[in-house]
């Protein structure tokens, strides 16, 4: 599997490889007749989740965006509230561990120094944790409690993609856990939670073939140098992931922020040399997403009249967005604590394709390694 086969590069095939691997993730963890998530990695009982006042998440880089998604995830349907924090950050802050906190650190490689350090500290003040990887048998994973495997297979390429996509999938399923022990979800939503899981591989795939769109995009930006990512709420962790890749393959600055936040400094950046991507999805049965995604047009709008170009990724039969923008991908419609999944790719893929009209090494970006062992 760790082989490029047909592909130019890891990066490219590893983002092809995400339905596999999301696929890979999920199916082993759901018990269907029962429509019910089964995750027995997780030495965790059930009086011990319902005693949970708190769970911290530390992780570094493109993990640590897949914990700001967890975080909804884990806060909406299990009814827990979780914190994010870098890994590199978290002994600095003095975590107030109390009693009933599990600390989540999620690590593709397991072999983060910071993680690690992270973990240490996290048992020293006499929390549990729970390690989400996506290698075997490595340091930070034998040093859990327990540990939720991402199945994605072997990730070559220093920019993480589907073992991003594969760890909100097993941050989704374990919030799902969660709200099975405190029950704090009714049955017929976790069905369909469950359903809309299971159907979520095929989704991306049929997702996969804006590639040819997003390759267009990235000829006619790749001479530009500064980029702007805007998302809300959940969507927000995947606009910082979108700046992040872009930086880290193509060396293009990049900057990913809040879309309710450029009001506060960043619109004085937003002109014709500045293009903006915003993540403009909505879920039509969630009222919260409707009227960010009624904000979020006010934004584009105003992004345009100050003579911006903005890429937009929209949701299936969205009218509104196409109108504005300059150019719009869409997205399979989803619900909002698992749209972040799929919005992730086109992003991925602008980066990928950002790198190779650069003419870059998309595989082994300059100064970057797969995994810092060192602090
Ligand atoms: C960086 C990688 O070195 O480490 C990123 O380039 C990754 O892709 C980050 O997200 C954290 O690594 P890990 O293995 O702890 O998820």
Do not use: W
């Amino acid at each position: 599997m760790a082989e490029k086969r047909e592909f130019p590069h890891h990066m490219i095939k590893e983002i092809f490889e995400q339905p596999q691997g999301l696929h890979d993730t999920i199916a082993p963890r759901i018990a269907l007749p029962e429509g019910q998530v089964q995750l027995n990695e997780v030495p965790i009982g059930r009086e011990e989740l319902r005693a949970l006042n708190r769970i911290n998440i530390v992780a570094s880089g493109t993990s640590r965006h897949a914990g700001m998604v967890g975080q909804y995830m884990i806060q909406e349907l299990g009814g827990i509230p979780a914190d994010v924090d870098y890994a590199s950050e978290f002994e600095y802050r003095n975590p107030m561990i109390g009693k009933g906190e599990l600390t989540i650190v999620i690590t593709q490689s397991g072999e983060t120094a910071d993680t690690g350090a992270a973990q240490r500290e996290a048992k020293a003040r006499g929390s549990r944790t729970v390690a989400i990887s996506n290698v075997a048998g490595t340091t930070i994973a034998r040093e859990a409690d327990g540990v939720i495997y991402t199945l994605a297979g072997p990730e070559i390429s220093i920019a993480s993609t589907k073992a991003f996509t594969a760890q909100m999938a097993a941050l989704f399923l374990f919030a799902l856990h969660i709200s099975q022990a405190r029950e704090t979800l009714a049955a017929n939503l976790r069905e369909n939670y469950i359903r809309e899981l299971l159907e979520l591989p095929a989704k991306l795939k049929i997702l996969l073939e804006c590639a040819s769109q997003v390759e267009r995009i990235a000829t006619e930006f790749h001479k530009v140098d500064d980029f702007l990512f805007l998302g809300r709420a959940i969507h927000y962790p995947i606009a910082m992931d979108g700046a992040l890749k872009l930086k880290e393959v193509s060396y293009v600055h990049a900057e990913g922020y809040p879309t309710g936040e450029t009001k506060h400094g960043p619109n004085a950046l937003i002109d014709e040399n500045l293009p903006v991507v915003i993540i403009a999805t909505r879920d039509a049965g969630n009222q919260g997403s409707v009227l960010r995604y009624e904000k979020s047009l006010g934004n584009i709008r105003g992004f345009k009249k100050q003579s911006s170009r903005v890429i937009a990724l929209a949701s299936e039969a969205d009218q509104e967005v196409p109108r504005l923008a300059d150019h719009t991908i869409v997205i399979p419609q989803a619900s909002e604590l698992l749209s972040p999944i799929l919005e992730i790719v086109p992003l991925q893929l602008f980066a990928y394709y950002m790198a190779v009209k650069r003419g870059l090494d998309v595989d082994r970006p300059r100064n970057l390694v797969k995994s810092v062992t060192l602090e």
